[in-house]
């Protein structure tokens, strides 16, 4: 009986310390030998969203769009309520230029989190791949009414799928396309500078 309480605490020591080296190597950028220590803790330790969801981020800034949303996908079955799971998921659906399933997945975020500037953003932007731009303009309208504390981090997200994003800027900024949902100029500085200055 020792011998084997011994050995999960041995276990669960191991486990913790690959956990934590796992995260480090994610915060240092070493993403691809994160994922690596993740999938060890994973095998070791089962299923926990906090470790699907960050081999899941990891996934998808090294472009693994498909098992970014496997990881995704698998703590929306254990976890409903994770806004990160569907915002990160939506995230990896743009990627593949999959709009109408992340715009699906930005639906479900703002539903759990209604104050989330960074998944209005996002939805706008795929509102503009599948030429919504009424839609567009009314989703990026309303993240910019919110509080920009609540934007912190946007542009490191923004980057996942830049491109969109800056193509629903172009249409936001032609007032002949949408007129009276445009955006102000003072409306498309404050969005420039959200993405120009990471740490605001």
């Known amino acids: 009986m020792n011998n084997a309480r011994a050995e999960n605490r041995r276990g669960s020591l191991e486990a913790r310390e690959l956990f934590q080296t796992a995260q480090k190597l994610f915060v240092e950028g070493l993403l691809r030998e994160s994922i690596e220590v993740f999938s060890q803790f994973l095998e070791m330790r089962g299923d926990t969203e906090i470790a699907l969801l960050s081999r899941g981020v990891a996934y998808l800034r090294t472009n693994q769009t498909e098992r970014a949303v496997e990881d995704f996908s ?109 955006l102000t100029e003072d409306e498309l500085k404050k969005v420039r500078r959200w993405l120009d200055e990471p740490d605001h």
């Open 74 to 182: 698998r703590v929306i079955t254990m976890n409903d309520q994770s806004m990160r799971a569907f915002f990160y998921r939506g995230t990896a659906l743009m990627s593949q230029k999959d709009y109408e399933g992340a715009i699906r997945d930005f639906d479900r975020t703002i539903e759990l989190k209604p104050d989330n500037g960074a998944a209005f953003f996002a939805r706008g932007s795929a509102y503009v791949q599948i030429g919504n731009q009424q839609e567009a303009a009314r989703n990026i309208k309303t993240a910019i009414t919110l509080s920009e504390a609540n934007l912190q981090g946007f542009a490191d997200t923004v980057g996942l799928f830049r491109t969109q994003f800056d193509k629903a800027m172009a249409v936001m900024a032609d007032r002949e396309k949408i007129p009276g949902m445009t």
